[in-house]
């Protein structure tokens, strides 16, 4: 009830964008940390591999996925807002860039099996 | 068809108090403002509320219709009567004085606070200065000059509700209408009262406030520009 | 029962926030720099009153082919020599210059020509296009732009303050200050000031169907006459021909269809979806205000009414898509309160607009009571029997800054604080808080009757027995609110106590109306009496005076002084 | 507790705003390969010999790190402001921290990456 205000397109995008971003920020440092074990440890790294080819961790690197093209797509929206003072576009924006971010997780998905 | 009454929960009290529900009679040509006064006439004298126009030019009947912000006046009951029900609260982001009733004084002291008056140097002994409609500054600038001051993007926008010095949507759009007058001569103060992340580096382009300004003006926009001529002026140094 | 109230001081205390008061806030800080400057009004500073709502404009001799004599001579002409004409003068003369300080101090922008001139458009009445104007919406335009000056300044704000009563010194010489209440607490503070400006803008809001905005009630016109002070013109109400209506349940009822429409060829239609205008006036619908306005009202006193009892604009006739760019606002307006002003039939009433007569003041706003100034829709006498269109806010902008001014070269010479008669605030608390130590009653039903007894019996058209039946009938409504009370649980922003104020102005106010009326035997500008349908000669034209003794209305004339014209004369060369 | 000047949250914002546009391309190249990558299954063989030695890959995720290692902490400098109730010095510290984290590891892993293969 309290919280029908929020509930339009562009407030979306910006829940997405935080969350994505917030996600990204996370999994970065871990990121970083396996592909150094790859140069130390290779053993390590591909064990690592082997186990995130698990269903339920090759969802979550899908939803990664998504979350960077989300993300990517959401700050592109973002810069030309701010940047190119687009007036009326946004709301296709925030279409848009939903429906690239989804069709890259797809992708990504398709391949991965 | 319309149910010949609609339910209507209020906000009773100050900022702790609860709400309480009548029940009024659907009429045709009723607006939000409307069951809010038959209520106070009929079944509640010491219900309190704000409105002075009555036509949606004074912007004092802003009020949270459903979880939203609206200008009551001119909102007819059948687009919110959500099966035959409306719940009613003050203006999120501001004091409570009492009931539907909010103080909104930090939201002018805001208005200012961004330098949102005109500077000019000339004076009523001289001559008006031409400025043609067709101008890309006045342009701009008409279209974010018919503010009414209601509050509505203020309470929206939640940037207000996180950061308690965050300027917000309406202060800064009357900013940038004055950063686009070509009479103005205090650009640079304003672009220093309006830079940084309490002016308009805090808004995220959340948009409620386009969402529901119900003038159709466009604050976002307003911001963008703000942030990028602030951003000339840091550039430049001339921001501290 | 508790008469307590708190005390405080200021220099100058303004009473409204409305095109007067504020340009008397700015004036008078800018010539007094050190004076302690109060505003004190009923709403939020900057969003209530009715210059806030004007649409059409504001006139001002501006253009080279324009002059002032000529809109003074329409001032004259239009107020059907009625006007105090040194007021008229002043109001035409500073005009021009309040449109340059708005412009290029306070950063009003009006709307201009494609080269960049200032525009000004045509207003009916006016033999030259000089109503300045910000499309539709000049108003909101002007006090938002005079609000954000007067935030800058720091200027001492009341804000959710209702006034009462004007308190006079101890020994009656003069003005001591005012009682106000707060009314977010209920709580009563008597405001000591050297200089009060009275300025909470008049508004006819006891009809029942009337454009102000509902803060306005009559209060500063009530609490001058209660002071002793004389009003004039009261009987000159003018009425606006198209207000909408959709029935007693709404707000909406009353509130203005522009003026615009009509001009653009818009028709209006009786209850049998006929024209009608063109028996009454061969301009038809392009009629003046007060011609239409009494078309209308004959109209619906034969019966021929829709619905809600009004009549109907309609624009369906010409081309949608001119009506609706042209006229977005209001189509707007009409759309969200569930009209269709393009293709359909739109219900209108003629509606209760403004009152040309108030409190008597000089052209430098001093009034009778030392300590007293006033201007603005509270004052009388600028517009004569009629009110031009584009002429309320240059009134009320053009005498409130000549206030503050005023007050500001006053202060040094006359500005002491003096003794408040403690008694008299006292004896204002109480009558103040009278609702509450009584039970029962029905609000409503007073407001909706005083409604109903002036628009039918002190309205558009008027004589001896409908003014009789007024006359008594707002004396019984007078005493049935005497016998309605309040609850006393809550005096924190309680409405209702308010409107029971209000109505009380309102119900005072309505029996100078209806006295002034009784007393003008003839029929001029907005006045219409049915038994006296001719104007009398204008060379020997008086105006009315109302004042109140020991509760009783009593109304004098007095000549009118043609000081600079004499009525079939002309300021005009040409 | 003094907050930091204007024309600093400036320079901050405008740095991740063009950290951003930076990340942009570099994200795309990114999400491309890793496409391509992960088709053939990914290991740390597949990544080596495509990165190592390649000093093209070697300059790309330098400015990868560098950039995220800009844009990240300055985001969630914000995002603490906003949504928790630490002073600002504590962000700006927690931020810092998590800048120069960011950076070490992703250093290490771009150097590592290329010292690994090629030879
Ligand atoms: C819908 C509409 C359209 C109009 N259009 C035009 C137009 O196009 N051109 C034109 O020239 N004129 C127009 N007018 C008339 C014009 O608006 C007024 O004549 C003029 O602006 C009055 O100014 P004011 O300052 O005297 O009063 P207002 O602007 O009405 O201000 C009165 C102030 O006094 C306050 N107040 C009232 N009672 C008290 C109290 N007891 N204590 C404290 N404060 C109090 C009110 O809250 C308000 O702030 C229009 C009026 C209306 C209603
Ligand atoms: C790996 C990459 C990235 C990480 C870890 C990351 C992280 C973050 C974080 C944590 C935020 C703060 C979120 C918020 O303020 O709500 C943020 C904001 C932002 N990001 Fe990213 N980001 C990445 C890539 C990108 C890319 C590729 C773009 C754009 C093209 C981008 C554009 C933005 C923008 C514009 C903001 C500001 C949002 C705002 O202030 O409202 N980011 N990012
Ligand atoms: S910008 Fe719109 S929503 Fe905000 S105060 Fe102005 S009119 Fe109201
Ligand atoms: S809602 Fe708030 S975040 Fe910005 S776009 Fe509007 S000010
Ligand atoms: S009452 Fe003025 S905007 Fe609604």
Redesign the pocket.
Same mark, same amino acid.
């Not at chain 3, 209530?48 to 210059?51: D, I, L, Q, S, V």
């Given at each position: 009830m309290a919280r029908v205000h929020r509930n339009h397109p562009a407030y979306w995008a910006f829940v997405i964008h935080r969350l994505s971003g917030l996600g990204l920020a996370a999994f970065l440092p871990v990121h970083l940390y396996v592909l150094g074990l790859a140069l130390s440890d290779s053993t390590a790294f591909a064990d690592f591999i082997s186990w995130s080819n698990t269903p339920a961790l090759k969802a979550l690197e899908t939803l990664l996925v998504v979350f960077l093209s989300a993300h990517l797509s959401g700050g592109l929206r973002l810069l030309a807002l701010e940047f190119l003072d687009w007036r009326n576009w946004q709301k296709t924006l925030v279409a848009l860039s939903g429906g690239f971010s989804l069709c890259i997780g797809l992708v990504f998905l398709l391949y991965a099996y | 068809m319309q149910t010949d009454q609609i339910s209507v929960s209020i906000w009773r009290g100050g900022e702790d108090g609860k709400y309480q529900t009548y029940r009024v009679p659907r009429l045709e040509s009723q607006t939000v403002l409307d069951v809010v006064t038959y209520i106070q006439r009929e079944l509640d004298p010491s219900l309190s509320y704000r409105f002075a126009c009555r036509v949606g030019v004074c912007g004092s009947c802003a009020m949270t219709v459903n979880g939203k912000a609206r200008w009551t006046c001119r909102t007819h009951v059948s687009r919110v009567a959500d099966g035959g029900a409306i719940t009613l609260a003050p203006l999120r982001n501001l004091p409570v004085v009492k009931d539907l009733v909010v103080d909104m004084a930090v939201f002018f002291d805001k208005w200012e606070k961004a330098l949102g008056s005109f500077v000019g140097d000339q004076t009523r002994d001289q001559a008006l200065a031409a400025v043609s409609p067709a101008d890309p500054r006045r342009r701009e600038a008409s279209a974010g000059i018919e503010c009414i001051g209601c509050g509505i993007c203020y309470a929206t926008c939640d940037v207000v509700d996180w950061n308690k010095d965050y300027l917000g949507p309406a202060a800064m759009n009357r900013a940038w209408t004055l950063i686009n007058d070509a009479r103005d001569v205090a650009r640079l103060p304003r672009l220093q009262a309006i830079a940084g992340d309490n002016g308009c580096l805090g808004c995220h382009s959340q948009q409620g406030c386009v969402e529901r300004c119900p003038k159709s003006l466009n604050p976002t926009v307003a911001i963008a520009g703000l942030k990028r001529e602030s951003m000339k002026a840091a550039l430049k140094g001339e921001l501290s | 029962m508790t008469i307590e109230f708190e005390q405080s001081q200021t220099d100058v205390l303004i009473?409204?926030?409305? $095109? /007067? *008061?504020l340009f008397a806030a700015l004036h008078a800080s800018t010539l007094a720099p050190d004076a302690h400057i109060t505003i /004190?009004?009923? *709403?939020l500073l900057g969003k209530?009153?009715?210059?806030r709502?004007?649409? $059409? $404009?504001?006139n001002a001799a501006m253009a080279a082919e324009d002059s002032i004599e000529r809109h003074f001579m329409d001032t004259i002409e239009g107020g059907k020599w009625l006007n105090n004409q040194d007021l008229a003068w002043t109001l035409v003369n500073e005009a021009p210059r309040r449109i340059r300080e708005l412009e290029n101090e306070l950063g009003c922008f009006f709307d201009r020509n494609p080269d960049g001139s200032l525009h000004q458009k045509a207003f009916a009445g006016q033999t030259f296009d000089r109503t300045v104007h910000k499309g539709d919406l000049? #108003?909101i335009e002007i006090i938002n732009r005079l609000a954000e000056q007067v935030w800058k300044r720091g200027i001492h704000r009341l804000e959710d303050?209702? /006034?009462v009563e004007l308190i006079r010194s101890k020994d009656g010489s003069g003005l001591a200050g005012v009682l106000m209440m707060d009314m977010r607490t209920g709580k009563f503070r008597l405001v000591q000031a050297k200089a009060v400006l009275l300025?909470?803008?008049g $508004?006819p809001t006891m009809y029942k169907y009337h454009?102000?905005s509902g803060?306005?009630s009559c209060? #500063?016109m009530a609490m001058a006459l209660r002071a002793g002070l004389p009003l004039r013109d009261m009987e000159m109400v003018q009425f606006h021909p198209t207000g909408l209506i959709a029935g007693p349940g709404t707000r909406i009822t009353g509130t203005?269809i522009e003026e615009g429409l009509r001009g653009y060829g818009g028709h209006l239609l009786g209850g049998d979806k006929q024209r009608f205008m063109a028996t009454y006036d061969d301009r038809a619908e392009r009629a003046t205000r007060d011609i239409v306005s009494r078309a209308m009202y004959s109209e619906m006193r034969k019966g021929n009414i829709g619905p809600n009892g009004g009549l109907y604009i309609t624009m369906k006739h010409l081309d949608a898509k001119e009506v609706r760019t042209r006229f977005k606002g209001m189509v707007q307006r009409c759309h969200d309160c569930g009209f269709d002003l393009v293709a359909g039939d739109v219900e209108v009433v003629p509606t209760a607009?403004?009152m040309m007569g108030g409190v008597e003041f000089a052209s430098d706003c001093q009034t009778e009571l030392p300590g007293l100034f006033a201007a603005?829709?509270?004052t009388g006498g600028v517009h004569g029997a009629n009110r031009l #269109? #584009?002429?309320?806010?240059?009134?009320?902008t053009v005498f409130?800054g000549i206030a503050g001014d005023a007050i500001a070269r006053w202060l040094p010479d006359h500005g002491v604080f003096r003794e408040p008669d403690l008694d008299a605030a006292k004896a204002a608390v109480a009558a103040t808080q009278y609702p509450f130590r009584i039970e029962g009653g029905h609000m409503p039903a007073i407001r909706e009757k005083l409604y109903d007894v002036m628009w039918e019996d002190a309205g558009i058209l008027r004589d001896a027995g409908s003014l009789a039946r007024a006359r008594a009938a707002v004396d019984d409504l007078h005493g049935e609110l005497m016998r309605t009370g309040i609850a006393d649980d809550n005096r924190a922003y309680n409405l209702s106590w308010h409107d029971w104020l209000n109505l009380e102005s309102q119900i005072l106010i309505s029996k100078v109306v209806i006295e002034a009326a009784l007393v003008r035997d003839d029929s001029r500008g907005a006045h219409f009496r049915e038994d006296f349908p001719e104007t009398r000669d204008l060379e020997t034209s008086r105006y009315t005076k109302a004042t109140l003794a020991d509760k009783a209305i009593s109304i004098t004339t007095e000549p009118v002084i043609f000081n600079r014209i004499k009525p079939g004369e002309t300021l005009l060369s040409d | 507790m003094s907050l930091p000047s204007a024309r600093t949250e400036s320079f901050l914002w405008l740095a991740q705003r063009i950290s951003a546009m930076v990340l942009a391309v570099c994200v795309t190249v990114h999400i491309a390969t890793m496409i391509i990558a992960v088709q053939g299954g990914l290991s740390a063989a597949e990544i080596i010999s495509r990165v190592g030695g390649s000093r093209l890959w070697l300059g790309f995720y330098l400015v990868f790190v560098t950039a995220v290692a800009i844009h990240a902490p300055i985001g969630l400098k914000s995002v603490l402001r906003e949504m928790t109730a630490l002073p600002m010095r504590r962000i700006e510290l927690l931020v810092g921290l998590f800048a120069i984290v960011i950076a070490a590891l992703g250093l290490r892993a771009a150097f590592g990456l290329y010292g690994l293969g090629g030879q």
């Open positions: - | - | 009473l409204g926030a409305g $095109g /007067a *008061g /004190a009004v009923k *709403g209530c009153g009715c210059t709502m004007v649409q $059409g $404009g504001f000049t #108003g303050h209702r /006034a300025a909470t803008g $508004g454009t102000p803060d306005k209060d #500063g203005i607009h403004y603005g829709e509270d #269109g #584009g002429n309320g806010v240059a009134n009320s409130g | -």
